[in-house]
């Protein structure tokens, strides 16, 4: 599913996701003498919600294919009468709510148990955007024994073995270019993903079950997820998450004004 197009030579050997992802690919012109310039993508077929939600606003209005779910929601949800199954709630979140997003996001979602795509070189790593604040760096030390928490101040682990652990910029400085290292704030610009809840085995192709207890709790913790899949449960059902992903797209850092590293005020 996310291999090569290369390695697809028809189409009818790419998956349905794949044939949509190549037809809105931004693809760029590659004869223009100038600057590359991006070529007109056909958005013919593309549903515009939100000109359907000032539609329904203002007259009560929708096209043929659109329909309101009723769902018990305290808004509208819009389907497809050709796609049973799917749900398109318009401001599905508040500005709080996107903020509280946004904070766990760099706090919470990063943090062990949860896995993210650093933990196959550097293990598990605590606090990393409280390191980018302080202007941390990430170090190796090759002399660091065996089996020691990963848990304890700042230290990470890849499997068994404790060898990272954020230091003050000014010490990597001093220590020369022998050591390896990394600063905070390009893991967090690198971030690219987090799983919360159980946490699948790549190499194993199987749940890790023994943070089960934990990781479920953590997940049911959260009120939110479980009002935004209402409408997609049958009556008298609640939601009950197990695992989730989070994407990152793209991640501003902290800017630095007179010297100064100014990061986001998060509550």
Request: hydrophobic share 35%; aromatic share 10%.
């Amino acid at each position: 599913m996310y291999g090569s197009d290369k390695a697809v030579t028809d189409d009818t050997d790419r998956t349905e996701f794949r044939k949509t992802e190549k037809k809105y690919k931004l693809y760029y012109d590659q004869n223009s003498k100038r600057k590359k310039q991006p070529k007109q993508v056909d958005l013919s077929e593309v549903l515009d919600f939100k000109s359907f939600l000032d539609s329904y606003h203002q007259n009560g209005e929708l096209p043929p294919e659109i329909v309101v779910v009723d769902c018990r929601f305290d808004r509208p949800v819009f389907g497809l009468e050709s796609r049973p199954g799917f749900y398109f709630i318009p401001g599905a979140l508040s500005v709080d709510e996107q903020c509280r997003w946004i904070r766990d996001s760099l706090v919470s979602f990063p943090q062990p148990p949860n896995r993210t795509n650093h933990n196959a070189i550097y293990g598990p790593i605590s606090d990393l955007f409280a390191a980018v604040k302080e202007r941390k760096v990430l170090v190796e030390d090759e002399n660091m024994p065996a089996g020691l928490d990963s848990g304890s101040n700042g230290c990470v682990g890849n499997e068994d073995t404790c060898r990272w652990s954020f230091c003050e910029e000014d010490s990597v400085l001093s220590r020369g270019r022998s050591c390896k290292s990394v600063s905070a704030s390009v893991l967090l610009r690198k971030l690219r993903w987090s799983t919360l809840g159980l946490q699948f085995d790549w190499s194993k192709r199987n749940y890790n079950v023994s943070l089960f207890h934990i990781t479920r709790s953590l997940m049911n913790s959260v009120s939110w997820q479980k009002k935004l899949a209402a409408p997609a449960m049958p009556m008298g059902e609640e939601f009950q998450p197990e695992a989730a992903i989070v994407n990152y797209f793209c991640i501003s850092l902290p800017a630095e004004i007179g010297g100064k590293l100014v990061t986001p005020d998060l509550p």
